[in-house]
C-alpha cells in the first residue's frame, strides 16, 4: 500500500508544497493538526488505514519541524496490529517520534515482545529494529535474553539474525550491567564464520562495540576478521549483490579493519603475515580510477587500511609507503582525497619514526592552509600544528602569523592560540618568542585572550637576558598609530618594568616612554588603566636621581585619579600618590617583579580543554592517549600530585581587590600588602595627608603588623626544614622533590611497556621499551618541563651481570621545552632478579640534581606468553622430576587475592594462566617461555595450590629444563605474590614546592613575608 | 555510534526526510538543520564532501536540487559514508526508476523503510540493494 494510495495525505503533502511563505505553511499545518486530532478524539470510528494515514501526517509535519504532541498513542497502537502494513507503520513512527524515556514506549514493550518471540519473521524484523533504535533500559531487562537466541539460532534467517546482532548492540552499550556478554567470545567468534555478508556487517558492528570495551575476551576473533579481509580482499565467494562497483563490500572490510584497531597488536605470526599481506594489497593495489564511486569506494579502504597498518606498528618500510601515499593524496586536486589525506597525516603523526618523513611534506601543507575550503584549512592547521617541533617550529609559526591576517573570523582565535602554543613550546630562542606574541598581538589583537599576554609577562619576567630586548620591543609598538589594547597593556607593562634599562637609547628617557604612554591613557579601558598608573609609579621609581617636571606630571594623573568612580583605580591612584612621596622606600616596595615559578602554561591547558569530548572511546582516542603517556614535553602535563606551591604568585592568580585586571593587581601587591593591612578603612575619602599619616606610624608600627607574617614564614621554613631532615638522605642532597612515586611509576612499568619513569618540576624521563626474545630495546624520552636549558646532564647505567646493555649518548644539554630521545639496547645473557640501575643527573642553574632509578627490565620482561595443551603439559611437568629443575615451596604472607586476580596478576606477567589443566578450581597452572642468551627459549611450568581458607599462603611449584632460572623465577613470582606493589607514601607529607636558588619562592610570593623582611 | 542522523533536504532548506539515531528535541533538531543545511549549502563542487560541525562531521552529497547529509563522529571513515549515500540513492533508484525529490517527498514511507532496512542505530545493517527491498515488495503484494 502506497502512499499514493493514501489520497489525504497527498493531499495535504502537495498543500504544503504551494505554500509560498513559512506562514502560509504554519497554518495549513494548524488546520491539519486540528483536523488530525479531532478525528482522534473518537478513536472507534477509525479503521486502521485511517489510523495509519493520520499517523503520517503527523510524522511529516514532525519533520517540518512542528511540535507534535498528541497522538503517540495512536502510533504506539498501530505496533499491535495484526496486519503488516499498519504495524510497519507503526514501528517505523513510533521510532522517530518517541525517544528512549518517552512513557508510551513501555507500553510497547509487551508488543514489540510478543512480535519478537512470535513465528513471524518479517514481525521479527520490525521488533528488533524499534528496540535496537531506541530500546532503553527496561527494554534491555526483558528483551535482551530472546534477542540473544535469535541472534545465535541456527533456525532463524539471516534477515532476522542481522537485526538482533545491532539490536543487541544497542542494548548492550546502553546498559551494560543489564545484558549479560559472558561467554559471548566463542559465539562471537563463531558468528563471525558466518557467510551471509548482511549478517557480518551488523556482527562486525556489534563486535565493535565489544572489543572496544573488553578486547581481552575477544582475542579469538582476530583470526576470524583477518579470514574474512582475505576472503573480501580475494573476492572469494562475494554475492554480486555485495559488489559495489566491483569492490566487494567496501563496508564490510572498513568494518573489519575498524574492529582489528581495537586490539592493541596482532601477536600470532601467521595471522599477522596474512593480514599484513592483504594491506599491502590494498596499499599497491588501490589505483585512480575515473569511475567516482568506484574511486571512493577503493579510497574508503584504503584510508581504512592505512589507519590499521598506523595501528600495528608495521615494519618502517611499510610505514614510510603509507606517508609517501598520504604525501600524494595531500598534493591531488579532488577535495576529498585531499582532505582526507592531510586528516591522515596528522593521525600519522602518533607514528615517532615516520615524524620526519612527514616533514618532507611542510610546503605542501602549507599551501593547504591557503586552500579555499575551510574543511581542508582547518586540517592543515591541524597538521601543522601536530607535527611542528624544535626545527621547524620557526617556519610554522611564521605560516601561521601571515595567515592569521587573512584567517576567517571563525579561525582566527584558534589559530592565534595554536601558533602562541608552539612559539613557547619550541622557540629556539626567547627573543623570537617575544617577536611572535607581540606580532599576534598587533595582528590579531581581539583573539588574543589575556592568557597569551600573561604568558609573555610570565617569560620575560624569569629570563633577564630577555628584559632589554622586550622592553625595546614594546617600545618600538608603541610608536605605531592605532594599536590594540592588549598591546598597550603589554607594552605598558614591559616598559613599566624594564624600561630603565632602555635609558640610554633615543626616545626611551623616562620621560619620553611616559609620554608615549600617556598618549593612549584617554582610548583604553578601565582595567588598562589601572595597569598604566602601575607604569607610572614604577617609571617614577626608576628614574634616579627623580625629575622634578616628570614627578609632578605624573602626580597629578594620580590625584587625577584618586576620585575615579572604580575603586580599584582610586586605590590604586591613592596609593602610589603616596608612596611616590616617600622617596627611597619606593624603590624596594616597587621593585622589580619577583621570578614566577614554573608551572603549566594555562594555554596548553586550554587547548587540551577544547578538544576535551565525551563521544566514547574510540580506537584512536585510546591510541591518542597511549601516547600521551609517552609524549612528554609535548604535552606537558600538570604535575599529577597536583600541589603547587602556597601563594604561589601568579599572573593569572584571582584578584584580592576587584576584577580589575589581575597581573597589574600583582604589581603592586607589595605595597597593597602593606597597605591594607594596616588601613583599616578602604581609603573611600582619599586625602595625601591622611595617608602620609597613615604611612608615618606604619613605619613604626610596621614590625609588630607584620610580625605574623614572619612568625608564620618562619615557621613554614621550620616546616621545610623538619621535612627535609627526615627524608632520604639522597633526596635532601637533591632538594628537588620527584611528583609522583618513584617506586610506584617503576612497578607499573613492570607491566606494561611505556610510561613515565620519573618527573619532578624539572625534567621528565619517559620510557618506551619493545621487548622480543631475549631483547629489548628501550627508548628513554628526556623532556625538559621548564623555560632555561637543563645543563650537565648525564646518564650511567648500572647494569646487573646478567644483562648487556647499551645506552646510546645522552646529550649534555636539554634546550628549553625539549624533547630528547635515548635508546637503550638491553641483552638478556641468564635468568637474574636484579635489577639494573639508571643513575641520572642534571644541573638547574646550580643546582645539581641526582637520581638513582631501577629501570624496569625484569625478569618478565624476557617472558613471552605460550599457552599449552593438556597433551604437551603433563609429558613435560613429569620428565622434570624434582629439584633442581622443580621446585616447590610453601609461600606464606601471600598478599590475598582472588582467584580471578592472580590470574590476572599471572598473565601481566606474561605467566599464561592455562585454564582447566588442572581439575581442583583452587589451582592455578601457568606456563611461558623464557628467553636469554645462556638458555635460549625455554618452557617455564608453574603450578600454585592455593588454600580457599586461608589466602595468605600457597603451595608453588616451579619447573624449567635450567637449574638456575627454576630458581629466578621461583623467588620472582614470590616476590610479586608477596611483594605489595602499592604506592608506600613518605611518612610525612613532603612540602611540593621547589628548593629555590635563591629565598624561598612562599617568601617572595607573599606579600607579607616581603614585608616583614623589607620592615 | 558512527551515523547520528540522515537528512534530506532541498536546494531552499527545505527538509524532505529527517531520521535521527540519537535523540535531540525539537528544538535542538531545528538548529541542527539550520545550521548545517547553511554551511551545506554554501559549498560549492569544487570543495570536499566534509564539513566538520561542532564534535562530529557531516557526509553530504549533491543530487540535482536534493542534498543528502550525513551526520557521524570524528573516527568514522568518510569516504564509506559518502558511497554509502551514494547506494542510498541507487537503491531507491532501482525503486522508482529515476528518483526525484517528488518521488521521496510523496512516497515518504517506503524511503524511511529503505533506510530503515540499510541502518539501524547508527550502524549500517545491509547494502545488497535486493535484500533492502524485499519488504517492500512483500508490502505491496500485500496490498
Not at chain 1, 519533520?63 to 510497519?88: N, R, T, W
Not at chain 1, 583477518?226 to 567496501?250: C, F, H, M, W
Not at chain 1, 589443566?917 to 611450568?941: G, H, I, K, Q, W
Amino acid at each position: 500500500m502506497a502512499l499514493s494510495g493514501m489520497r489525504g495525505l497527498s493531499v495535504f503533502i502537495s498543500d504544503i508544497r504551494n505554500c509560498q511563505n513559512k506562514e502560509q505553511e504554519r497554518l495549513r499545518v494548524d488546520k491539519e493538526l486540528g483536523n488530525v486530532r479531532t478525528r482522534f478524539k473518537n478513536e472507534k470510528g477509525l479503521t486502521p488505514y485511517e489510523k495509519k494515514k493520520y499517523v503520517w501526517k503527523m510524522l511529516y509535519i514532525y519533520m517540518l519541524g512542528y511540535d507534535v504532541d498528541f497522538g503517540h498513542m495512536e502510533a504506539v497502537s498501530l505496533l499491535s496490529a495484526p496486519k503488516y502494513p499498519e504495524k510497519q507503520v507503526g514501528y517505523i513512527v513510533t521510532s522517530c517520534l518517541l525517544n528512549e524515556n518517552h512513557d508510551f514506549l513501555r507500553i510497547a514493550i509487551n508488543a514489540v515482545r510478543n512480535d519478537i518471540i512470535g513465528r513471524n519473521e518479517t514481525f521479527q524484523c520490525l521488533a528488533l529494529t524499534l528496540a535496537g533504535n531506541i530500546g532503553g533500559r527496561e527494554f534491555a531487562e526483558s528483551l535482551a535474553p530472546d534477542v540473544q537466541k535469535l541472534l545465535i539460532s541456527s533456525s532463524c534467517r539471516p534477515l532476522v539474525r542481522k537485526k538482533a546482532a545491532l539490536c543487541l548492540l544497542r542494548l548492550y552499550r546502553k546498559n551494560p550491567d543489564v545484558v549479560n556478554v559472558d561467554g559471548w567470545s566463542d559465539r562471537m567468534a563463531q558468528l563471525l564464520d558466518e557467510r551471509d555478508m548482511g549478517v557480518l556487517t551488523s556482527s562486525m558492528s556489534l563486535l565493535v562495540s565489544l572489543v572496544s570495551n573488553n578486547h581481552e575476551a575477544y582475542w579469538s576473533c582476530v583470526p576470524k576478521c583477518v579470514k574474512i579481509l582475505e576472503r573480501l580482499a580475494r573476492n572469494q565467494d562475494v554475492p554480486q549483490e555485495y559488489t559495489y562497483y566491483g569492490i566487494p563490500s567496501p563496508w564490510l572490510q572498513v568494518k573489519t579493519m575498524r574492529a582489528l584497531q581495537y586490539f592493541p597488536t596482532v601477536e600470532d605470526p601467521n595471522t599477522r603475515r596474512s593480514l599484513f599481506e592483504v594491506l599491502q594489497r590494498i596499499l599497491m593495489g588501490t589505483d585512480v580510477v575515473k569511475n567516482v564511486n568506484k574511486n571512493n569506494a577503493s579510497h574508503a579502504v584504503l584510508f581504512e587500511a592505512l589507519a590499521l597498518v598506523m595501528h600495528l606498528d608495521a615494519e618502517k618500510e611499510m610505514m614510510s609507503q603509507c606517508v609517501a601515499l598520504l604525501g600524494k593524496f595531500i598534493a591531488v586536486r579532488e577535495p576529498n582525497i585531499r582532505y582526507l589525506g592531510l586528516e591522515n597525516m596528522t593521525r600519522m603523526l602518533m607514528v615517532a619514526e615516520v615524524q620526519d618523513i612527514i616533514k618532507r611534506h611542510q610546503a605542501q601543507i602549507i599551501t593547504s592552509l591557503k586552500d579555499p575550503d575551510i574543511s581542508i584549512r582547518r586540517r592543515a592547521l591541524d597538521l601543522l600544528y601536530g607535527m611542528c617541533d624544535v626545527s621547524n617550529a620557526k617556519d610554522i609559526v611564521e605560516e601561521l602569523l601571515q595567515y592569521l591576517t587573512t584567517a576567517d573570523f571563525a579561525m582566527r582565535e584558534e589559530l592565534s592560540l595554536k601558533a602562541a602554543i608552539l612559539a613557547e613550546k619550541f622557540a629556539p630562542d626567547l627573543s623570537w618568542y617575544v617577536d611572535v606574541i607581540l606580532q599576534l598581538i598587533d595582528k590579531a589583537g581581539d583573539f588574543v585572550s589575556d592568557d597569551i599576554w600573561f604568558r609573555v609577562v610570565h617569560f620575560v619576567t624569569n629570563n633577564e637576558d630577555l628584559q632589554p630586548y622586550a622592553a625595546l620591543k614594546a617600545r618600538e609598538y608603541l610608536d605605531k598609530p592605532a594599536i590594540h589594547e592588549t598591546m598597550v597593556k603589554v607594552s605598558a607593562y614591559l616598559l613599566g618594568e624594564y624600561s630603565h634599562l632602555l635609558a640610554r637609547r633615543p626616545g626611551c628617557s623616562p620621560k619620553e616612554i611616559f609620554n608615549i604612554i600617556h598618549e593612549k591613557l584617554p582610548t583604553v579601558s578601565i582595567s588598562t588603566i589601572a595597569i598604566l598608573l602601575s607604569t607610572y609609579a614604577k617609571i617614577l621609581m626608576h628614574t634616579q636621581p627623580p625629575d622634578r617636571d616628570l614627578q609632578s606630571q605624573i602626580w597629578a594623573v594620580f590625584s587625577k585619579y584618586e576620585s575615579c568612580i572604580d575603586a580599584e583605580i582610586q586605590q590604586r591612584a591613592v596609593e602610589y600618590h603616596a608612596l611616590s612621596m616617600k622617596g627611597a622606600a619606593l624603590m624596594d616596595i616597587l621593585a622589580e617583579m619577583p621570578k614566577f615559578p614554573e608551572r603549566q602554561s594555562p594555554l596548553i591547558k586550554k587547548a587540551e580543554d577544547s578538544e576535551a569530548d565525551t563521544a566514547e572511546q574510540s580506537a584512536i582516542k585510546l591510541r591518542a592517549q597511549q601516547q600521551n603517556s609517552n609524549a612528554l614535553v609535548v604535552t606537558d602535563q600538570r604535575p599529577t600530585n597536583g600541589a603547587q606551591p602556597a601563594g604561589q604568585l601568579g599572573l593569572v592568580k584571582v584578584p584580592i581587590l576587584s576584577n580589575a585586571d589581575q597581573s597589574a593587581a600583582e604589581i603592586v601587591s607589595h605595597a597593597n600588602g602593606a597597605l591594607t593591612v594596616v588601613d583599616p578603612q578602604p581609603p573611600s575619602t582619599p586625602s595625601p595627608d591622611l595617608l602620609g599619616d597613615l604611612l608615618g606610624p606604619l613605619a613604626i608600627e610596621g614590625p609588630t603588623g607584620a610580625a605574623p607574617a614572619s612568625v608564620a614564614s618562619g615557621l613554614e621554613g621550620g616546616v621545610d626544614a623538619d621535612a627535609l631532615a627526615i627524608a632520604p638522605i639522597e633526596e635532601q642532597a637533591n632538594a628537588v622533590q620527584p611528583i609522583g612515586d618513584i617506586a610506584e611509576r617503576f612497578h607499573a612499568l613492570c607491566l606494561k611497556d611505556s610510561g613515565v619513569l620519573y618527573e619532578d618540576p624539572y625534567i621528565q624521563i619517559g620510557l618506551k621499551a619493545e621487548w622480543g626474545g631475549h631483547r629489548g630495546r628501550v627508548v628513554l624520552f628526556l623532556g625538559n618541563k621548564i623555560t632555561s636549558p637543563l645543563n650537565s646532564v648525564q646518564a650511567l647505567i648500572l647494569p646487573p651481570s646478567h644483562l648487556k646493555m647499551e645506552l646510546s649518548l645522552v646529550p649534555e644539554t636539554i634546550p628549553p621545552r625539549a624533547q630528547v630521545q635515548c635508546p637503550l639496547e638491553v641483552m638478556n645473557l641468564q635468568p637474574s632478579r636484579d635489577i639494573a640501575v639508571l643513575d641520572f643527573s642534571y644541573k638547574f642553574g646550580t643546582q645539581l640534581v641526582n637520581v638513582k632509578l631501577r629501570l624496569p627490565a625484569v625478569l618478565n620482561k624476557f617472558l613471552q606468553p605460550i599457552s599449552v595443551s593438556a597433551e604437551e603439559f603433563f609429558p613435560q611437568w613429569r620428565s622434570l622430576s624434582g629439584p633442581p629443575l622443580k621446585l616447590q615451596e610453601v609461600v606464606r604472607g601471600v598478599r590475598p587475592m582472588p582467584l580471578a586476580e592472580m590470574a590476572n596478576l599471572f598473565n601481566s606477567l606474561n605467566l599464561i594462566v592455562c585454564p582447566g589443566l588442572d581439575p581442583n578450581p583452587n589451582n592455578l597452572v601457568a606456563s611461558t617461555t623464557f628467553y636469554s642468551e645462556s638458555t635460549r627459549a625455554m618452557l617455564c611450568l608453574i603450578r600454585t595450590e592455593t588454600d580457599p581458607a586461608d589466602r595468605t599462603q600457597l603451595r608453588m611449584t616451579v619447573a624449567s629444563g635450567d637449574p638456575t632460572l627454576t630458581y629466578e623465577l621461583k623467588e620472582f613470582v614470590k616476590e610479586q605474590l608477596v611483594n605489595i606493589p602499592v604506592p608506600s607514601r613518605p611518612p610525612l607529607a613532603m612540602p611540593s614546592h621547589i628548593q629555590p636558588t635563591s629565598p624561598p619562592p612562599s617568601a617572595i610570593s607573599d606579600p607579607g613575608a616581603l614585608l616583614a623582611g623589607l620592615l | 555510534m558512527g551515523i547520528r542522523f540522515v537528512l534530506m533536504v532541498n536546494k531552499q532548506g527545505q527538509t524532505r526526510l529527517a531520521q535521527y539515531y540519537e535523540y535531540l528535541n525539537l528544538e535542538e533538531r531545528r538548529a541542527l538543520e539550520g545550521e548545517i543545511v547553511r554551511k551545506c549549502l554554501a559549498r560549492n563542487e569544487h570543495q570536499c564532501s566534509f564539513v566538520e560541525h561542532r564534535n562530529y562531521k557531516v557526509v553530504y552529497r549533491r543530487y540535482a536540487s536534493l542534498f543528502f547529509l550525513v551526520g557521524v563522529d570524528n573516527e568514522e571513515n568518510e569516504l564509506a559514508i559518502l558511497e554509502f549515500i551514494h547506494l542510498l540513492v541507487e537503491t531507491m533508484d532501482r525503486h522508482f526508476g529515476n528518483v526525484c525529490e517528488l518521488d521521496i517527498m510523496f512516497h515518504l514511507e517506503k524511503a524511511h523503510f529503505m533506510l530503515e532496512e540499510m541502518v539501524m542505530n547508527g550502524c549500517i545493517v545491509e547494502t545488497s540493494k535486493s535484500s533492502i527491498l524485499s519488504p517492500i515488495q512483500l508490502m505491496e503484494k500485500a496490498s
